[in-house]
């Protein structure tokens, strides 16, 4: 059987590496296991999911149009519009917005169409922040480009350093995926920041794919965002995609809905390609995401109960193992010493599953892997148990 080689390079994906960590440990009997491990939201989505849905019921036996529901469309525009304080009309529903079954295949297509070789005879490039959400990587890899994983540590903000990106990779780069709020660390790009990648993007000609999926869920003020950064330059959103989604503001992961925006030639190509490729996202979801991009007490409600639990959180660490409160998202990203020591034994002695910051991160040329001193963990259930599973996390962690 022939398997296309790429995916071999891409290495072992993050939760498989996990399981095959923890397969072999039992964890204490007496715990009731908490999974912190993965950020899906637990939280109850809105009962107008459910009602929007089943009123659009009737629209199961069609094909859903790929480029999105006129509604849907523009349900999203006046949201990005609201959002980021855009001028009126720079969000239009016609051409800069696309709606996604979940951003994750967007995220990963979006190196199928824009990862060109630039020069003859020059492999591409595609940039990515290290420690990076696993489909970065996926995307990246399986273009076929040389992923180069920009060091996001402490020391550089839990950012890229815009500065040490040598010229000669800017200039074989076609691709850059960037993450604000950034999953694990919850860093947010100041616009300063934003306006910088747009300006290499446009001075060496790489499209910008801004992952904005924690964008709504923030400590104190909002996260800036690209089309922000893109409308104060002034003109179009010019090599800019930026990607959203229902999975964290509306705690419906389940409901796999999401959008992107941005530069409308490259809008138009996503288009085209997913009309060979892509997932149409079902009418009555789309109905449904219209209706949650429309309402903004859900997600302010959802926010507040993040707050409480990085609050929670606050309390519980008191400062230890590097605690600091995220700026966006609902990861904590604790500087443990040794994260897969860590995640092993918060599985054996406290039944609690974190991941190893070493499995979203590459080694860099020097050999270090700038997740190795770190575990994930995920703030996904309700208060009493996050609150519960941090003290027990305390407790196993510095006996
Ligand atoms: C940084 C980041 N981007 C994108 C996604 C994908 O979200 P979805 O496909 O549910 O929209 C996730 C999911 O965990 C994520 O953490």
Same mark, same amino acid.
């Given at each position: 059987?022939?398997?296309?080689?790429?995916?071999?390079?891409?290495?072992?994906?993050?939760?498989?590496?996990?399981?095959?960590?923890?397969?072999?440990?039992?964890?204490?009997?007496?715990?009731?296991?908490?999974?912190?491990?993965?950020?899906?939201?637990?939280?109850?989505?809105?009962?107008?999911?459910?009602?929007?849905?089943?009123?659009?019921?009737?629209?199961?036996?069609?094909?859903?149009?790929?480029?999105?529901?006129?509604?849907?469309?523009?349900?999203?525009?006046?949201?990005?519009?609201?959002?980021?304080?855009?001028?009126?009309?720079?969000?239009?529903?016609?051409?800069?917005?696309?709606?996604?079954?979940?951003?994750?295949?967007?995220?990963? &297509?979006?190196?199928?169409?824009?990862?060109?070789?630039?020069?003859?005879?020059?492999?591409?490039?595609?940039?990515?922040?290290?420690?990076?959400?696993?489909?970065?990587?996926?995307?990246?890899?399986?273009?076929? !480009?040389?992923?180069?994983?920009?060091?996001?540590? !402490?020391?550089?903000? *839990?950012?890229?350093? &815009?500065?040490?990106?040598?010229?000669?990779?800017?200039?074989?780069?076609?691709?850059?995926?960037?993450?604000?709020?950034?999953?694990?660390?919850?860093?947010?790009? %100041?616009?300063?920041?934003?306006?910088?990648?747009?300006?290499?993007?446009?001075?060496?000609?790489?499209?910008?794919?801004?992952?904005?999926?924690?964008?709504?869920?923030?400590?104190?003020?909002?996260?800036?965002?690209?089309?922000?950064?893109?409308?104060?330059?002034?003109?179009?959103?010019?090599?800019?995609?930026?990607?959203?989604?229902?999975?964290?503001? %509306?705690?419906?992961?389940?409901?796999?809905?999401?959008?992107?925006?941005?530069?409308?030639?490259?809008?138009?190509?996503?288009?085209?390609?997913?009309?060979?490729?892509?997932?149409?996202?079902?009418?009555?979801?789309?109905?449904?995401?219209?209706?949650?991009?429309?309402?903004?007490?859900?997600?302010?409600?959802?926010?507040?109960?993040?707050?409480?639990?990085?609050?929670?959180?606050?309390?519980?660490?008191?400062?230890?193992?590097?605690?600091?409160?995220?700026?966006?998202? *609902?990861?904590?990203?604790?500087?443990?010493?040794?994260?897969?020591?860590?995640?092993?034994?918060?599985?054996?002695?406290?039944?609690?599953?974190?991941?190893?910051?070493?499995?979203?991160?590459?080694?860099?040329?020097?050999?270090?892997?700038?997740?190795?001193?770190?575990?994930?963990?995920?703030?996904?259930?309700?208060?009493?148990?996050? !609150?519960?599973?941090?003290?027990?996390?305390?407790?196993?962690?510095?006996?």
């Amino acid at each position: 059987m022939t398997i296309n080689p790429r995916l071999d390079g891409l290495g072992e994906y993050t939760f498989t590496q996990l399981n095959q960590l923890l397969a072999p440990i039992a964890p204490r009997a007496n715990e009731t296991p908490v999974v912190m491990s993965i950020g899906d939201p637990l939280h109850e989505p809105p009962a107008l999911l459910h009602e929007t849905v089943m009123q659009n019921a009737r629209f199961w036996n069609k094909y859903p149009p790929m480029a999105g529901t006129p509604e849907f469309r523009a349900a999203v525009a006046a949201w990005l519009t609201r959002r980021y304080r855009l001028p009126p009309g720079y969000v239009t529903p016609g051409r800069h917005v696309l709606p996604l079954a979940g951003t994750k295949e967007g995220l990963f &297509l979006t190196s199928l169409l824009a990862v060109p070789e630039k020069k003859a005879g020059q492999r591409p490039v595609v940039l990515l922040p290290n420690p990076y959400y696993v489909c970065y990587q996926g995307g990246g890899g399986m273009s076929g !480009a040389e992923p180069v994983h920009l060091d996001a540590s !402490a020391e550089t903000g *839990f950012l890229p350093d &815009l500065d040490a990106i040598p010229r000669a990779i800017l200039e074989r780069t076609a691709l850059f995926y960037l993450c604000s709020p950034s999953n694990p660390q919850g860093a947010c790009a %100041s616009l300063d920041y934003l306006k910088r990648v747009l300006g290499l993007a446009r001075e060496y000609d790489f499209v910008v794919a801004l992952d904005e999926c924690y964008a709504e869920i923030y400590d104190k003020a909002p996260p800036v965002g690209g089309l922000e950064a893109a409308a104060s330059l002034g003109g179009e959103p010019e090599k800019l995609l930026v990607f959203h989604s229902l999975s964290k503001r %509306s705690s419906a992961a389940g409901l796999r809905s999401g959008f992107v925006a941005g530069d409308p030639e490259l809008i138009a190509g996503f288009l085209r390609l997913r009309n060979y490729g892509g997932c149409q996202v079902p009418i009555a979801i789309q109905a449904a995401a219209a209706a949650l991009w429309s309402d903004e007490a859900h997600a302010i409600e959802n926010r507040e109960r993040y707050r409480r639990k990085i609050d929670a959180a606050a309390d519980a660490l008191k400062g230890r193992f590097g605690f600091y409160r995220p700026e966006g998202g *609902f990861f904590l990203w604790l500087d443990v010493g040794d994260g897969v020591a860590a995640a092993e034994k918060l599985w054996r002695e406290a039944a609690i599953r974190t991941l190893p910051g070493r499995y979203m991160a590459q080694p860099d040329a020097r050999g270090r892997n700038p997740g190795e001193r770190y575990i994930r963990v995920a703030l996904v259930h309700d208060e009493a148990t996050v !609150a519960a599973a941090l003290a027990r996390m305390v407790r196993v962690l510095q006996g």
